[in-house]
């Protein structure tokens, strides 16, 4: 099974943004992920890593059966509850970013969504991605 973590933060909100990803297969790391967004808020980020997240784990693992099925880990309660259809999603912003994720996961048979502490270990990986990503000059 393939399970990620991802993260997404700004430095200001909005400010200076960024997203770290992290992907795992049978637990090994397989693929780390950072990279500068720009300027978004922190659920803006938090949105573009899962897409991205979905993205890499589809280049990723095209021909894996695994890869019909992943767990997804985030530290951001608001997203995970808006993925799994608990709360709507009302800023226009965030509808945008939250219908290409329902139109990523069309290429899965499963994606779980799991909110995460941000002290946990493997989503502190995550978080270290994206301070080192913004971070860099």
Not at 13 to 27: E, S, T
Not at 67 to 94: H, N, P, T
């Amino acid at each position: 099974m393939i399970t990620t973590n991802c993260d997404g933060g700004s430095r200001g909100n909005p400010g200076k943004a960024a997203i770290g990803i992290v992907i795992r297969k049978d637990k090994n790391i397989i693929k780390e992920h950072k990279e500068k967004i720009g300027i978004a808020t922190n659920n803006i980020a938090e949105y573009k890593a899962i897409i991205k997240t979905l993205e890499l784990v589809k280049q990723i693992e095209t021909n894996e059966k695994n890869a019909k099925e992943i767990m997804c880990f985030l530290d951001s309660e608001l997203i995970v509850k808006q993925l799994q259809g608990k709360y709507k999603v009302k800023d226009i912003k965030l509808k945008l970013l939250y219908d290409k994720v329902k139109e990523l996961e069309k290429g899965f048979s499963k994606i779980t969504y799991k909110h995460v502490s941000r002290l946990d270990e493997n989503q502190q990986l995550a978080d270290k991605l994206v301070n080192e990503a913004l971070d860099e000059a």
